[in-house]
């Protein structure tokens, strides 16, 4: 989804600063009109680019998190020592 997002955003802004749309002869509606929608969906691209981002590190963290809980080992208690103490 970065990708996409990233992709269809370079799109969206080099339509905004490429200017043929606006210096074309179509009516000034259809100009207003795209020039709206095309800044809705930057702002729509920001937002969903940001929204991956933050969900893949919050992903990432939960399963570091994960590996290092399963893998550390439980560190024993002075009660659980006393417990293992054997006289001789």
């Known amino acids: ?19 043929q749309v606006v ?6 509606w ?10 809705t969906a930057v702002g729509y691209l920001l ?4 929204l991956a981002m933050h969900a893949s590190i919050a992903a990432q963290s939960v399963g570091t998190r994960l590996l290092t809980g399963f893998a550390r080992l ?3 208690s002075s009660s659980d020592l006393k417990k293992l103490n054997i006289s001789i």
């Open 23 to 28: 210096s074309s002869p179509l009516p000034d």
């Open 47 to 50: 937002f969903s680019v940001w």
């Open 1 to 19: 989804l970065h990708v996409v997002g990233t992709l269809l955003l370079s799109f969206c802004v080099t339509w905004f600063t490429d200017a």
């Open 74 to 76: 439980s560190i024993p």
């Open 30 to 39: 259809y100009i207003t009109l795209f020039l709206i929608s095309n800044f």
